[in-house]
């Protein structure tokens, strides 16, 4: 059976009384050289144990399956588990966990099943969960590597530069524990049903270090929110907003200054440096 075939995948589904849930943002991938290539990013092999989020029928999985020692698929949609009970039984290396990524123990899970390997992961993710599901994937600090198709617009702008159209909150926190690197776009018209948008695969490396010393990563990111909050205000009214309560202006506008920055500068121009250098210097001033 191949996976990624119309007709092959429409019969499956069939037997199963399988319908699309629009809800659950579901698109099944029918050309083949994409599993294979977001495998082959991914960079697993037999010492690794693979999380895939969202299997669906499984074309990412039988990938992964023939590259990593252990791959445990997550599936959401109950009425997939007959489905991925029949096409992963060739692979003895294939657990099927149903249940909530978000609401997983991901450490219990992690040292269940890949207790002698490194765990990595990969998915080809429901646009409606992308951030969520990225933010908890990070923050468990579980994982060498995380490469997931996406929404292109959300690719563009994890990857994003200051300076840029699509730079902003989330650009600083995956670039901040991550080094992102955007591989391959695919279009609308490798699935099935056919997406609206084109999506992109990227990769995320968690990094050891974060790109610049940063002394109070809660203040740092409380900071990075404000200056996002509202895009169209200068760096000194954002900070005034979220800051005004322990800071008046006139304290703020030093802090700029300290830093040498204009007062007229927004937040969307200050790459990671720029907002740690500001974080040292706020808290330096806030009151005890």
């Not at 650009?171 to 056919?194: G, H, K, M, N, R």
């Not at 270090?209 to 909050?229: G, H, M, N, Q, S």
């Amino acid at each position: 059976m191949n996976l990624c075939n119309v007709n092959d995948i429409k019969a499956l589904l069939g037997r199963h009384g399988f319908h699309f849930s629009k809800s659950m943002g579901q698109n099944f991938l029918i050309e083949r050289r994409v599993p294979e290539d977001i495998a082959s990013c991914s960079g697993a092999d037999s010492n690794s144990g693979v999380l895939e989020i969202g299997p669906g029928i499984g074309p990412l999985t039988c990938q992964l399956a023939r590259q990593a020692g252990r791959v445990v698929a997550v599936e959401l949609d109950r009425r997939l588990l007959p489905i991925l009970s029949e096409t992963m039984a060739p692979y003895e290396n294939v657990t099927v966990v149903p249940g909530d990524v978000m609401k997983l123990d991901l450490k219990a899970l992690v040292e269940t099943h890949f207790s002698s390997l490194t765990p990595m992961a990969c998915a080809n993710l429901p646009y409606n969960i992308t951030t969520p599901v990225l933010t908890r994937l990070i923050d468990s600090r579980l994982f060498s590597g995380i490469t997931v198709m996406i929404q292109r617009e959300v690719a563009l702008r994890i990857c994003a530069r200051p300076g840029t159209p699509d730079y902003g909150a989330f650009s600083i926190y995956c670039q901040y524990y991550t080094d992102p690197e955007l591989l391959f776009d695919v279009p609308p018209d490798c699935f099935l049903p056919a997406p609206k948008v084109t999506s992109s695969v990227i990769r995320l490396l968690p990094r050891k270090t974060p790109p610049a010393p940063v002394c109070d990563e809660a203040l740092f990111f409380r900071l990075v929110k404000a200056a996002f909050a509202q895009r169209r205000k200068t760096l000194l009214n954002a900070l005034s907003a979220g800051f005004g309560s322990q800071l008046d202006k006139e304290a703020l506008r030093q802090v700029l200054e300290a830093c040498g920055l204009s007062p007229d500068i927004r937040g969307e121009r200050l790459g990671i440096p720029e907002f740690a250098r500001l974080t040292a210097e706020i808290r330096a001033r806030l009151p005890l």
